[in-house]
């Protein structure tokens, strides 16, 4: 018999032969298979305030476009100041008349209805999500659509519970809430706004972005069906302008806002003086920091999904990789392996990984970073995929050799560009992934389990992922530290911040 | 557990590196929503029957069914366009009847499952006797079991030892290794068994996941953990190992995810019967009863196959 100390170590390439490579080509390669629903869309969209649809006062529309195929999807109303006004004035006598002395028994059904109806048209708003936003259909399917609909029902048990929300405290509602919600997931952040919005008594102003207006229209038709009081959820859509004229308004109580850094301080400085609650939740630039010990193809799994889910528009996105030297260089090798397998093209198709990317100018803003990061030196790796001639698309990047200088390792990209990093310990980890002025989101990858604690409390973020990442749940607070914003969204602490306590 | 083989253990797993549960389910799970329709259903569907071992395991297997059961791996349905089976799977008393059946100029391959199979617990000459013995009676595959009990109790120099002796008795016989992953329960074992074969395993060589004779047996997650292992020992060394999940693959459905899982992480070069195979038996009637309903567009009713077999 052979000994296994013969045999025990595997036999090394013989050396000058080329190095093993795995073929990822064309053998099998699957037929489109687009998800064929229908999205039920009009053609023109007006304002929902009052629970009419109305006319914005200006007669002005704007197009929706899908960035899949640079095709128009449908006209939206813009609304200026004098809808938002109407919208104000019908919110306002919604929670003086109604919605404000409901009993929170009486508004869970309301909430439980609209989950519900949202499960019921499920289908129907993943179509026509992905058609407005660009994002693969799996996810608006698995993802966005269920998540918008768990946050109802889990906001609705809470309506008749209030009482248990600050132990030995009384809560209030605060009154009229304006609230503006970004393009990255447009159903899900109105579910994230006006579920605990809504739960807690207030009433809402709710400005969707320009370039996502449908699924909030669609969304105050099943308010329509839901038969909630009327100014209870009001919707208006437009631009900058109109969002600053939600933000500023006097009779707002509170405005929450989701979005850019850059914007969020522009709100902060104009409502500066005033007595508005605030709540920001501002953008990110995550380190997902993988140990040695890491169980390597996992986390490769979970570095691809931290960056690459909705095209890296995720302001919790994984955006910067931190990888411990002694693996540094195998690590890369495999994320580019994974990486050549992601299918980026229709959104609409069912195998679509990698969708397209939100609208012209973020393709705009993603294609000058990247060239910035070519420019400082680092090194850049995309995979051979073909992109549809017609449609914003960018092909999933990845750079290495990048330091804490670069721009790419600082500034928010929000599209699929990853910036890996090296670090020899543990408190040299901390202290990159802490180096930045975001603080939204971390990721630990390692074996051992006190490591993992420590990691926990040495981060400066919102939320610390281990071995996993962009894991959500409505049960679960979700907010920023520095710049990434203050506040928190969904669990107990996000309920607290639509209320008074007394 | 004594210390030393604790050290063991660690030893190994240090230097094959851990499988983390929840992201094997997590990865596998995406799998099953890819969506394969038309001509890549077809493909899908041809290379699986393919890459079938067609199987039958049983105390009350007769020369006759084993015929039967050749004569249904060479002609999976009449009328339609599909290849023969990889191999039938047969105890080693029923080789020489296989070949028999089949004849020595065939397409379809004679594995047999020797080692005392399916508990492996003989002594080892009976198990190297029983190698040898199916390989004389034309056997061109052997399904070996490794043995568990010394995997468990650390003994992994014993574990590798009795595989090269089995190899090494097959002679040009290709060498399929069962782990029997549903004994050893945990991810990190499966990833450390793998590993223990595929050194001490020729090119083309299989590692496999179970008998089929327990309760689990094979799942999307732990053929991905061994695809991962099979991938990482290319990488390394050069050397292709095969890979065969067997067991609880019932539909074609399922067969199809396995093969994506293939595709997505070993890429275009296992997409054969030389590097992937599915033992099984009832799978082969789905796959058929498939590719007829994308023939003629309807549902054929099970009786219109010939040959359920119902053994695993």
Redesign the interface.
């Known amino acids: 018999?052979?000994?296994?100390t013969a045999?025990?170590?595997?036999?090394?390439?013989p050396q000058g032969?080329p190095?093993?490579e795995?073929?990822?080509?064309d053998?099998?390669?699957?037929?489109?298979?687009p998800e064929t629903a229908d999205p039920k869309l009009k053609a023109r969209y007006e304002l929902f305030i009052g629970g009419k649809f109305v006319a914005p006062k200006s007669g002005k529309y704007f197009d929706s476009i899908n960035p899949a195929n640079e095709q128009k999807l449908a006209q939206i109303a813009h609304a200026n100041a004098a809808d938002v006004n109407a919208a104000y004035a019908a919110a306002k006598k919604a929670f003086d008349t109604t919605w404000g002395k409901m009993p929170g028994k009486e508004r869970a059904k309301y909430l439980y209805r609209l989950a519900r109806l949202l499960q019921d048209r499920a289908r129907e708003f993943a179509v026509a999500e992905t058609l407005d936003g660009g994002k693969p259909i799996?996810e608006s399917r698995?993802f966005d659509v269920p998540m918008a609909a768990a946050h109802f029902f889990y906001h609705a048990g809470w309506a008749d519970k209030l009482d248990y929300v600050a132990p030995g405290r009384k809560v209030a509602p605060l009154g009229v809430v304006g609230q503006v919600i970004p393009w990255n997931f447009p159903l899900l952040m109105l579910a994230w706004k006006i579920a605990p919005a809504l739960a807690m008594g207030n009433t809402v102003v709710l400005k969707p972005a320009e370039t996502t207006s449908i699924t909030a229209l669609k969304f105050a038709e099943l308010i329509q069906d839901a038969g909630l009081p009327p100014g209870v959820v009001n919707i208006v859509t437009g631009f900058g302008d109109t969002g600053a004229a939600v933000m500023g308004h006097p009779t707002a109580a509170k405005v929450a806002f989701t979005g850019s850094t850059e914007v969020g301080k522009i709100i902060m400085r104009s409502l500066a003086g005033t007595d508005k609650k605030m709540t920001m939740e501002l953008g990110g630039k995550a380190a997902n920091i993988v140990f040695d010990?890491?169980?390597?193809?996992?986390?490769v799994?979970?570095i691809i999904n931290g960056i690459f889910f909705n095209q890296g528009h995720v302001c919790c996105a994984g955006s910067r990789l931190l990888v411990h030297e002694p693996i540094a260089e195998r690590f890369l090798?495999k994320l580019k392996t994974r990486i050549k397998?992601l299918r980026v093209g229709d959104p609409l198709d069912?195998?679509t990984d990698i969708g397209a990317i939100n609208s012209k100018e973020q393709l705009a803003t993603i294609t000058r970073l990247v060239a910035a990061g070519v420019k400082e030196g680092a090194k850049m790796f995309q995979p051979a995929c073909s992109l549809p001639a017609k449609g914003y698309y960018f092909r999933p990047t990845v750079f290495s050799g990048v330091s804490m200088s670069h721009r790419i390792a600082r500034e928010e990209i929000f599209g699929p560009v990853l910036s890996v990093l090296t670090f020899r310990t543990l408190d040299e980890a901390v202290e990159k992934a802490n180096n930045t002025a975001y603080g939204l989101s971390a990721g630990v990858w390692t074996?051992k389990g006190s490591r993992i604690l420590k990691m926990s409390t040495e981060l400066k973020a919102g939320v610390v992922w281990a071995?996993?990442y962009n894991k959500f749940d409505p049960t679960s607070p979700f907010g920023g530290y520095k710049e990434s914003g203050f506040g928190r969204e969904g669990g107990r602490q996000g309920l607290l911040d639509y209320c008074k306590l007394a | 557990m004594s210390a030393p083989a604790q050290s063991v253990f660690r030893r190994l797993f240090d230097e094959v590196g851990p499988v983390d549960h929840v992201g094997i389910e997590e990865r596998v799970a995406k799998y099953t929503t890819r969506s394969i329709k038309k001509n890549a259903k077809l493909w899908g569907l041809k290379t699986a029957v393919s890459m079938v071992d067609l199987t039958t395991l049983e105390g009350k297997d007769t020369p006759g069914k084993v015929a039967s059961l050749c004569q249904k791996a060479l002609r999976p349905h009449d009328g339609l366009d599909c290849p023969p089976v990889a191999a039938v799977c047969v105890y080693p008393a029923m080789v020489k009847h296989a070949r028999r059946a089949l004849g020595e100029d065939t397409a379809v391959r004679i594995a047999s499952v020797a080692t005392a199979f399916p508990s492996g617990q003989a002594p080892l000459r009976t198990r190297l006797a029983e190698v040898k013995a199916a390989v004389a009676d034309g056997a061109d595959e052997i399904d070996m079991v490794i043995n568990r009990g010394a995997f468990l109790s650390g003994e992994f120099q014993l574990v590798q030892d009795e595989i090269v002796a089995v190899r090494d008795a097959c002679g040009s016989a290709t060498l399929k290794v069962i782990l029997e992953v549903s004994e050893l329960e945990t991810y990190d074992n499966i990833r450390a068994a793998s590993f223990l074969a595929m050194r001490v395993l020729r090119p083309g060589d299989f590692i496999k996941t179970s008998t089929g004779k327990t309760t689990l047996n094979a799942t999307l997650g732990n053929n991905q953990v061994m695809l991962e292992a099979i991938r990482d020992f290319y990488l390394d060394t050069g050397t292709p190992i095969a890979m065969k999940p067997a067991g609880g693959i019932r539909t074609a459905k399922q067969a199809l995810q396995f093969l994506i899982a293939v595709k997505e992480t070993l890429g275009d070069a296992w997409l054969n019967n030389t590097r992937y195979r599915f033992g099984a038996s009832s799978l082969l009637n789905d796959l058929l009863r498939q590719l007829e309903k994308e023939r003629t567009g309807a549902y054929q009713a099970p009786y219109y196959f010939s040959e359920a077999a119902e053994s695993y």
């Open positions: 018999m052979s000994t296994l045999q025990k170590r595997p036999v090394s390439r032969r190095a093993p795995l073929i990822f080509g053998l099998w390669e699957y037929d489109p298979a799996k698995d010990d890491a169980p390597i193809d996992q986390a799994e979970g090798a397998t069912k195998n074996d071995n996993t």
